[in-house]
């Protein structure tokens, strides 16, 4: 898979916005974190993938991904019920030196 079609698009709300701006600090059990930003990738994208596709895209290292496959929600249209798409969502954290202008 192509890493421009890995990363569908960066999710910018307001929790992703305060996520990317707060550093981790370190613990005795834990090393110190950079911010996590939160993309829409494609379904069938594994974590090396979007790992991977992360560091060519924006030029940073990757320290930690998390994801999660959302269901889309039932929603009324006329007199039927449907359902929005389903989609996977994807939260990556960077090493303490790096970030991504984006947010």
Do not use: C
Not at 8 to 33: D, I, Y
Not at 55 to 84: A, L, W
Request: cysteine-free.
């Amino acid at each position: 898979m192509d890493i421009y079609h890995t990363i569908v698009r960066p999710l910018v709300t307001e929790k992703g916005t305060h996520q990317s701006q707060v550093s981790h600090e370190a613990t005795g059990s834990r090393s110190a974190r950079g911010g996590a930003f939160a993309f829409e990738v494609h379904p069938e994208a594994n974590k090396a993938q979007i790992k991977q596709a992360i560091e060519k895209i924006y030029n940073v290292r990757v320290d930690q991904v998390r994801t999660s496959n959302r269901r889309g929600k039932r929603r009324r249209v006329r007199f039927k019920m449907g359902t929005t798409r389903h989609w996977k969502k994807a939260v990556v954290v960077l090493k303490p030196e790096y970030h991504i202008d984006l947010f």
